[in-house]
């Protein structure tokens, strides 16, 4: 079957500096892949690079069959590729519910469909809050809710920028349980994290990256049963 994203001799650079260097990797339908590195290793300018923003990039990047190296950001996530950035932006002078309601946007097909009430179920925390505006919640609650909006635009493919990132242990355990939901509702899901523990739990497949080069592709188990490749390219 050919993978939903499929990159292959992957470049990027902002302005002068290159920062990744013909990297390949794939992610099949329904997939959740882990793009675990060090701070510095290129994970957050990957998930850039795959959304087409801020760098130069070359090399082929496939989705769902069709060429997208060349599209602008936007004409990438009208395909479904939905991003969550690590500075979890939200509006913060409107309530959960409306920040939700302005991330809205027709079904998709291959994609699961998300109302509020369903994603108030994902995120029970959220339901409670939904009349409070988002800039008064916690780190937690707004890295919730942005993943949330990004859910209510009906992508088939999530791309998470550091998602347990400077959460509580408690929420990080949430985070994981909804990703694991996600999975089951048939979203493709592309994470970066350095938290091991995290991804572990979470992800079918990880990939290591450092310096921008690809140095472990594999089972997400295989990963965490070999300390060798977690000490030389990780830091735990
Ligand atoms: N906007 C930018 N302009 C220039 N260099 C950048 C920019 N953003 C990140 N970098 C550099 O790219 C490298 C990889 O960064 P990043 O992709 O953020 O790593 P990670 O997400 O793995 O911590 C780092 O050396 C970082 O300093
Ligand atoms: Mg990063």
Same mark, same amino acid.
Not at 156 to 179: C, K, N, T, Y
Not at 212 to 227: N, T
């Given at each position: 079957m050919t993978p939903l994203l499929q990159l292959s001799g992957v470049s990027a650079a902002y302005l002068k500096a290159e920062i990744l260097f013909g990297l390949d990797l794939e992610l099949g339908?329904?997939? &959740?892949?882990? $793009?675990?590195? *060090?701070?510095?290793?290129? @994970? !957050?300018? $990957?998930?850039?690079?795959?959304m087409g923003i801020q760098v130069r990039r070359s090399g082929s990047i496939r989705y769902d069959g069709r060429e997208i190296v060349r599209l602008p950001a936007h004409a990438i996530a009208r395909l479904g590729i939905g991003y969550v950035p690590e500075e979890r932006r939200v509006f913060g002078d409107l309530t959960i519910l409306e920040n939700l309601e302005v991330g809205r946007q027709p079904q998709r097909q291959g994609a699961p469909a998300w109302t509020a009430a369903a994603l108030f179920e994902l995120f029970p925390n959220l339901a409670e809050l939904r009349h409070r505006p988002a800039g008064q919640t916690s780190g937690g609650e707004q890295q919730m809710l942005a993943i949330a909006r990004t859910l209510m635009?009906?992508? *088939?493919?999530?791309?998470?920028?550091?998602? !347990?990132? =400077? $959460? %509580?242990?408690?929420? &990080?355990?949430?985070? %994981?349980? %909804? &990703? =694991?939901?996600? @999975?089951?509702?048939?979203l493709s899901v592309l994470l970066s994290e350095q938290n091991l523990r995290f991804a572990g739990a979470v992800a079918? *497949?990880?990939? +290591?990256?450092? !310096?921008?080069?690809?140095?472990?592709? =594999?089972?997400?188990?295989?990963?965490?049963?070999?300390?060798?490749? *977690?000490?030389?390219? $990780?830091? +735990?």
């Open positions: 339908d329904g997939e &959740v892949v882990a $793009l675990v590195g *060090r701070n510095g290793a290129g @994970k !957050s300018t $990957l998930i850039k690079t795959v635009g009906n992508p *088939r493919l999530v791309l998470l920028d550091e998602p !347990s990132e =400077g $959460l %509580a242990p408690v929420i &990080v355990e949430q985070m %994981a349980l %909804a &990703v =694991g939901k996600l @999975k089951r509702e048939g079918d *497949r990880a990939y +290591v990256i450092e !310096s921008g080069h690809i140095r472990f592709a =594999g089972p997400m188990q295989r990963l965490l049963d070999d300390a060798d490749i *977690r000490r030389a390219h $990780l830091s +735990v």
